[in-house]
């Protein structure tokens, strides 16, 4: 079966300009987290969505940041104005219910550079 | 604060056993997990603890004490494709998971 995939895998973007990066969870998966991992780093939370609803903001480093799953399944980040500090891999993961007792499958990631 | 530590980097020998410690300091506590991560690739899931013991999932297995705040992730038999970060990760009192920064395990034949 598919597993979680993301796109763009890498984007590049100027100082200023704004992205989009999409994830896809597994089908019927109603959780879905967004993670930050800088080079030699540890996942970093973001968010972290329960079908269409936002639980958790807490991670955001910005109101430039904003997340968005409108029908439960696909999710966006978006950054907007985006700052060299925002380079970095962005990993999306997806579980079949909440954060305890449930493994999180990752996706390969989308890796944002920003000149 | 919330804590989460693990060595930088280990080496061990093809063939050999390796022990990969994590200890950590958080603000509750509702399970651990340990996640393989191969360079450049997603995390994929290797174990989760919740109850004080150990696990044993073939090769791998992983110890909980959670009076003392700590795990470890034994890996037997090692193979060059174990070489990876290996990322111990606490679930908190909001059941949100904190991650540590991962042990670049390097394996040499």
């Known amino acids: 079966g598919a597993g979680v995939s993301q796109s763009p895998r890498y984007k590049v973007a100027k100082r200023g300009q704004d992205v989009a990066l999409r994830c896809d969870p597994i089908?019927?998966?109603?959780?879905l987290f967004w993670y930050q991992q800088a080079l030699g780093q540890g996942p970093e939370f973001l968010t972290y969505?329960?079908?269409?609803?936002?639980?958790?903001k807490s991670g955001l480093p910005s109101d430039r940041f904003f997340a968005e799953r409108p029908e439960g399944s696909v999710s966006t980040l978006k950054i907007q104005r985006t700052q060299q500090e925002d380079s970095a891999v962005y990993l999306c993961a997806s579980s079949l219910m909440g954060v305890a007792y449930n493994e999180q499958f990752f996706g390969p990631g989308t890796r944002l550079t920003v000149l | 604060g919330q804590n989460i530590d693990q060595p930088t980097e280990m080496t061990a020998t093809e063939g050999a056993i390796v022990q990969i410690n994590c200890t950590y300091q958080t603000s509750g506590f509702n399970g651990l997990f340990w996640y393989q991560q191969h360079a450049g690739e997603a995390p994929t899931f290797l174990s989760y603890?919740?109850l004080d013991g150990l696990e044993e999932k073939g090769r791998f297995s992983s110890f909980l004490s959670r009076s003392k705040g700590y795990s470890y992730l034994l890996l037997k038999e090692l193979q060059m494709k174990d070489s990876a970060s290996y990322l111990c990760?606490?679930?908190?009192?909001?059941?949100?998971?904190?991650w540590g920064a991962g042990t670049k395990l390097i394996i040499k034949p």
């Open positions: 969505f329960q079908n269409e609803a936002q639980l958790d």
């Open positions: 603890n919740v």
């Open positions: 990760a606490v679930i908190d009192s909001n059941y949100q998971l904190i």
């Open positions: 089908s019927g998966h109603v959780s």
